[in-house]
């Protein structure tokens, strides 16, 4: 999608679009279009339902004295309540109206109606919302149709303070393009798609200035992160470890570590999961697809901060090199993991990655992201991750960040209480703590890993990482979940 900004001016456009807020509040561009048009606004208004509320469209046909195909009135909603957030969806929105329309090219014409967003920054937020809402996965389409494409690949943004907006704009969009980067990666198929090319694709993050380091496994082996070894011990492709690395802040401050899930097809192993709805386990990786797209996104704006970013790319497979229900492996940390389901396997990738980046980076901060359990979908549904936090501040961090971004989270608990299930009797410790509380046993098994009261939050994405609807900014699939979350928390809470 071409997204450009340009001063208010008349031009020739295939839709033109005006803001219309709640009560039918006309823009001054609105305003402009009825008096243009010999008042055909306030009339096709009059002979509809149209009253402005956001998500609410309605369309004049080459009307008379607009040099347009169309002219689109699109809700608002409650002007004066509007936020960053509010411009975006208004965006998205649009796109997804305009997208299968016929028009190629449409007029955006943002003016806040006094709303407490300023102008430009309502047009840059319009133009994120744009980049976010016209992503499309069609790589391996080879047979549609071009009325079956979207027409829409041209969006101009027109705002008084034009320049103003661009500046804006400059670093949502490198947000944008980790979106984009940590979507593809969850959408593509697992015979593309397995560690060792998904490290290849973390490589390319070196342009973006990012330090990365991909570990074979002798070197992850030689290290002794052998539960992580372990998970992926079936499968005919060998695991990796990615570390990316970007030094944005001052050299004296410690990083916040963002530790990801990559686990790229996950049959259950041994445990096998059952055949439906098994070809959406190529998204179990979709925590790692996170924390890439925020090194993406971070490295793009040149974050003022040091970020450490670290994955386990495994495959978990069935064979007859598989590992067994009751084995027992040694964790880096050197506790043991009793095996009680290997279809409990994310745990066992992070907790190494846990113990490795603290002892080799001392984090002031670990933020770990997981397509962990399907018992946080049961919980929460698909509308919020689940937070588990050892530490007030950052969980409170992680919480407005998710308000601002709209990537949600909702606190789950933690306690002594249910760290009693994990008790084994041969072992240290078990992988599963039976289905009561589910989730939240899950995360009680990564807190035993967490050394000398680091700052640490858990997030359970897996209700988040894929979508089976679209929303404004957000079509059906990959959603690119805690990038922007991401990438919020360390501007807000940790940039210099």
Known sequence: MQITFSDPADSSTDAMVVAVGADCLLSPAAEAADRATGGAVRRAIAASRFSGKAGQFLDLMAPAGINAGRL?????????????????????????????????????????????????????????????????????????????????????????GSAA?????????????????????????ANVLYPETLAERCTALSAQGVDVEVMDEARIDAIGMRTLLAVGMGSARDSRVVVMRWNGGPDDQAPIALVGKGVTFDTGGISIKP?????????????????????????????????????????????????????????????????????????????????????????????????????????????????????????????????????????MPLGEEYDKALKSQIADMKNVGGRDGGSITAAQFLKRFIENDTPWAHLDIAGMAWSGESKPITPKGGTGYGVRLLDRLIADRYEQ
């Open 72 to 160: 689109v009135l699109a809700g608002v909603g409650a002007s004066a309540d509007a936020t960053a957030r509010t411009w975006q969806d208004w965006a998205g929105n649009i796109y997804g109206h305009l997208a299968g329309s016929g028009a190629t090219a449409a007029t955006l014409r943002v003016e806040t109606m006094g709303g407490p967003v300023a102008e430009a920054d309502a047009a840059a937020n319009a133009a994120f919302g744009i980049a976010l809402a016209s992503y499309r996965f069609d790589r391996y389409r080879t047979t549609e149709k071009p009325d079956q494409k979207p027409s829409l690949n041209q969006a101009a943004i027109m705002v008084a």
């Open 165 to 189: 907006a661009q500046s804006a704009y400059a670093p949502m969009a490198e947000v944008a393009a980790g979106v984009v980067l940590a979507r593809d990666l969850v959408s593509e198929p």
């Open 275 to 411: 055949a439906a709805g098994m070809e959406d386990m190529k998204w179990d990786m979709g925590g790692s697809a996170s924390v890439i797209g925020a090194m993406r996104a971070i490295a793009g704006r040149k974050a003022k901060a040091n970020v450490i970013g670290i994955v386990g790319l495994v495959e978990n497979m069935p064979s007859a090199n598989a590992q067994r229900p009751g084995d027992v492996v040694t964790s880096l940390s050197g506790q043991t993991v009793e095996v009680i389901n290997t279809d409990a396997e994310g745990r066992l990738v992070l907790c190494d990655l846990l113990t490795y980046v603290q002892r080799t980076y001392k984090p002031q901060a670990i933020v770990d992201l997981a397509t962990l359990t399907g018992a946080i979908i049961v919980g929460l549904g698909h509308h919020n991750a689940g937070l588990f936090a050892s530490d007030d501040a950052l969980a409170d961090g992680l919480t407005a960040a998710g308000k601002s971004t709209g990537e949600p989270v909702w606190r």
